[in-house]
């Protein structure tokens, strides 16, 4: 589901943290995720140094090579952070040496800037909580929810999380509640083609239009091919074998 490979090595990514809303425990995990889309050359993170709620940051600076920008509170209550954060990601923008952000926090004040940098032409991602307003979650081209990168080191899930099969030997994950299907069925109308089959890869390019918080990960799937390979009453999929050798994985809505 995310970009060709070729076009995400080409991009140059600035990584700019909102440092009272985001988790030092997760740092690895954001660059991780954010280095799918690019090259990570600029990490910054921002906020009020002298405050006890950043002491939880300044070890893992100097590890992974991010860059502390001072914001002082100039009224109690107040957080200034978002602007200098702002005004900062301005100036890089139109300095151009890169084609890609990486914005790291929850807070909807910086909707406006997601939408300016996307007016642009340059890619925005985000990376936030699920509690993140959708305001700002749409205006990105990606967003990232942090408790999707909890889940990749999270245990495996307990026996009432999951069904066995007929034959009772093995068992079977479950969709969450939240229920993805409409929204792949969607993505597959607008993926479809004359022959009646999706390319999975165009139907997760969609997906990302329709949705850009879009993460199998939220359903309990590392890959987009094992959400729709669990809906088995709705979808067909098939591999088609490339030139390469490599498989191309094709979708077709079920009569």
Known sequence: MEESTNLARGRRMAMLID????????????????????????????????????????????SFAIQ??????????????????????????????????????SDSDYTRLATRIREKGVFV???GKKTTPRAFVNACDVFVFTENLVAETAPAPKQSEVKKTNGGSA????????????????????????????FLGVMGSHLRQLDPSFDPRTFGYK????LVKAYTKVFDLKMGK??????????RLKE
């Open 19 to 62: 440092g009272d809303n985001a988790q030092p425990s997760l740092i690895s995990n954001m660059l991780a995720e954010a280095s799918k889309y690019g090259l990570v050359i600029i990490r910054r993170i921002y906020g009020d140094w002298t405050t006890a709620n950043m002491n939880g940051w300044k070890e893992t600076l100097q």
């Open 68 to 105: 502390p920008i001072q914001q002082f509170r100039y009224t109690i209550g107040k957080n200034a952070t978002d602007s200098a954060m702002i005004i900062d990601a301005m100036d890089i923008l139109y300095e151009g040496g890169v084609d890609g952000f990486c914005l790291v926090s």
């Open 125 to 127: 991602m985000g990376i």
């Open 171 to 198: 068992p079977v994950s479950e969709p969450p509640s939240a229920d993805p299907l409409p929204l792949l069925k969607r993505a597959f109308d607008l993926a479809v083609q004359d022959d009646g089959w999706a």
């Open 223 to 226: 890959q987009l091919s094992a």
């Open 242 to 251: 490339k030139g390469d050798g490599t498989f191309n994985v094709y979708v």
